[in-house]
Nanobody, 115 residues
Framework: QVHLVESGGGLVQPGQSLRISCVAS????????MFWVRQAPGKELEWIGDINGDSRRLSYSDAVKGRFVMSRDNAKNTLYLQMNNLKPEDTGRYYC????????RGPGTQVTVSS
């Protein structure tokens, strides 16, 4: 059974960086294509990127391309999202998931970008 737990969120100022993590268990993480999605207050869930099992294929939404970098450590069953040059519009709850619709996502981690 898919079990995902996100962590590392917080309050940062515009322009700052933050790295969030997602620890996976209960399934064959190294073989899975993994996704990051987020939900801003009052808005629908938004796909922001995905990464395949061997990290050779990555895709990003236009909203985060050039600022966010995904990575994974299959030995640790952990997915990472390095977020640089954060903007107020990046505020939201961030989830890792097993598809772009947010399937299997955990409780999420809150990221707030505000001066």
């Amino acid at each position: 059974q898919v079990h995902l737990v996100e962590s590392g969120g917080g309050l940062v100022q515009p322009g700052q960086s933050l790295r969030i993590s997602c620890v996976a268990s209960g399934f064959g993480f190294p073989a899975y294509w993994m996704f990051w999605v987020r939900q801003a207050p009052g808005k629908e869930l938004e796909w922001i990127g995905d990464i395949n099992g061997d990290s050779r294929r990555l895709s990003y939404s236009d909203a985060v391309k050039g600022r966010f970098v995904m990575s994974r450590d299959n030995a640790k069953n952990t997915l990472y999202l390095q977020m640089n040059n954060l903007k107020p519009e990046d505020t939201g709850r961030y989830y890792c998931a097993t598809d772009s619709h947010g399937s299997g996502r955990g409780p999420g981690t809150q990221v707030t970008v505000s001066s």
